[in-house]
């Protein structure tokens, strides 16, 4: 079992940044693919960006590429999402989650464990 907490959603301007955080718990955290989706109010849930479990390259939607950084560092079984130039269309729930899978996992069904979330609100 691994457990998620996701921690530093808020409200920001467009332009700005942000830096989520998803703590796990257990003891197999570089087992794991680490994702974060994402999901805006009528839309469905989307993949954002994963980090491999083997310490790969890191792949991301190309709606984020270049604006959104995700790294992990495993001696603290946290995962990150750094989010610069925000825009009002970034909007949403962002989810973290973790895949005992090789590669760079994108569809939410591959993930076995969810976080419950953190809000991102960007204001124009």
């Known amino acids: 079992q691994v457990q998620l907490v996701e921690s530093g959603g808020g409200l920001v301007q467009a332009g700005g940044s942000l830096r989520l955080s998803c703590a796990a718990s257990?003891?197999?955290?570089?087992?794991?693919?680490m994702g974060w989706f994402r999901q805006a109010p009528g839309k469905e849930r989307e993949f954002v960006a994963v980090?491999?479990?083997?310490?790969?390259?890191?792949y991301y939607a190309d709606s984020v590429k270049g604006r959104f950084t995700i790294s992990r560092d495993n001696a603290k079984n946290t995962a990150y999402l750094q989010m610069n130039s925000l825009k009002p269309e970034d909007t949403a729930v962002y989810y973290c989650?973790?895949?005992?899978?090789?590669?760079?996992?994108?569809?939410?069904?591959?993930?076995?464990?969810w976080g419950q979330g953190t809000q991102v609100t960007v204001s124009s």
């Open positions: 989650a973790a895949a005992p899978v090789s590669g760079r996992p994108v569809l939410s069904g591959q993930y076995d464990y």
């Open positions: 257990g003891r197999t955290f570089s087992m794991y693919a």
């Open positions: 980090s491999p479990r083997s310490g790969g390259t890191p």
